[in-house]
């Protein structure tokens, strides 16, 4: 592959991932975040970090965002070997099993943005953005 195509295909994925991410971010924000609030309400109990999350953060952009990312972080950290328990019951539990369906109204579409975010930098990288 010649040093142009690489170029262009790297400008592509970076445009792609840049502007899909930020249309999944806005879904997300949106369109998701109804099924994150009836998650986070299974899953939050009082006094936990979820709990305490929902109250600091809001409702705004931001704190749907922060409300979005802590819910994430609590399925996927839980899982961790050795550690995991303890995260899990420091950020909520969870009373009755979710159906994962539910679950993957948050795992889904976060996992992708991260992996478009991260697409974007490599693609940044390769295209000499970061360098001075």
């Known amino acids: 592959m010649s040093s142009e195509l690489l170029t262009a295909v790297a400008e592509k994925i970076m445009v792609f991932s840049m502007l899909g991410g930020f249309f999944l971010l806005i879904l997300i924000l949106t369109f998701f ?3 994150v609030r009836e998650i986070e309400g299974h899953i939050s109990t009082p006094g936990k970090q979820l709990d305490g999350i ?3 953060w809001g409702n705004g952009p931001i704190g749907r965002w922060m409300r979005v990312v802590h819910v994430y972080f609590f399925f996927v950290f839980r ?3 050795r550690i995991g328990p303890r995260i899990e019951s420091r950020m909520g ?3 009755e099993a979710l159906p994962n369906g539910l679950k993957l109204w948050v795992l889904l579409p976060v996992s992708i943005l991260f ?3 991260a697409s974007s930098i490599l693609a ?3 295209l000499g953005v970061f360098s001075s």
């Open 33 to 35: 975040f109804p099924k």
């Open 54 to 56: 929902r109250i600091i």
């Open 79 to 81: 899982n961790l070997p």
């Open 93 to 95: 539990d969870e009373r």
């Open 115 to 117: 992996i478009l975010g």
């Open 124 to 126: 940044a990288w390769y």
